[in-house]
């Protein structure tokens, strides 16, 4: 361990020098983490504390912090689809009547069941809000397409 702090500068470095190696330092972890992601599928966010912690030992608590929030946004960025970027309400609404577009393929299931399951209050609620969203009501959209 103490040959470890022997490789720590022994003064503070600029602050462009610090900020922009934690910049490269969180990249190479977020690069690492996307790399795992295509090959696995899976979102490792763990990936990204080695570079964490690793600016917050080597620089200062100032980095660390800079290192957390740019770590947090660019998992924001690659996990939100480029349509998400809607108020939180509005993206839940899109996700339920797409899950509901779903729903509406299988013939067996009423407006109600396909409401029930996607959280509408009810098929007034649904039908409702696919209108405003959609343009056409539940039963019409399931006529046209399927």
């Given at each position: 361990?103490?040959?470890?702090?022997?490789?720590?500068?022994?003064r503070?470095?600029?602050?462009?020098?610090?900020y922009?190696?934690?910049?490269?330092i969180?990249l190479?972890?977020?690069?690492?983490?996307?790399?795992?992601?295509?090959?696995s599928?899976?979102?490792?966010?763990?990936?990204?504390?080695?570079?964490?912690?690793?600016?917050?030992?080597?620089?200062?608590?100032?980095?660390?912090?800079?290192?957390?929030?740019?770590s947090?946004?660019?998992?924001?960025?690659?996990?939100?689809?480029?349509?998400?970027?809607?108020?939180?309400?509005?993206?839940?609404?899109?996700?339920?009547?797409e899950?509901?577009?779903?729903?509406?393929?299988?013939?067996?299931?009423?407006?109600?069941?396909?409401?029930?399951?996607?959280?509408?209050?009810?098929?007034?609620?649904?039908?409702?809000?696919?209108?405003?969203?959609?343009?056409?009501?539940?039963?019409?959209?399931?006529?046209?397409?399927?």
């Open positions: 361990m103490e040959n470890l702090l022997l490789l720590l500068p022994k503070p470095q600029s602050i462009l020098a610090r922009g190696a934690t910049t490269l969180v190479v972890c977020f690069a690492l983490q996307l790399g795992v992601e295509l090959q599928g899976m979102f490792m966010f763990f990936m990204l504390l080695p570079g964490i912690f690793l600016a917050s030992v080597l620089f200062d608590r100032g980095s660390g912090f800079y290192a957390t929030a740019l947090l946004a660019l998992s924001i960025v690659v996990l939100r689809p480029a349509e998400s970027w809607l108020p939180p309400h509005q993206y839940l609404l899109a996700r339920r009547i899950r509901a577009k779903e729903l509406l393929a299988e013939r067996d299931l009423s407006i109600a069941e396909v409401s029930r399951r996607t959280g509408f209050h009810g098929a007034t609620q649904l039908t409702r809000t696919f209108r405003k969203l959609v343009g056409t009501t539940p039963t019409a959209f399931r006529r046209d397409r399927f």
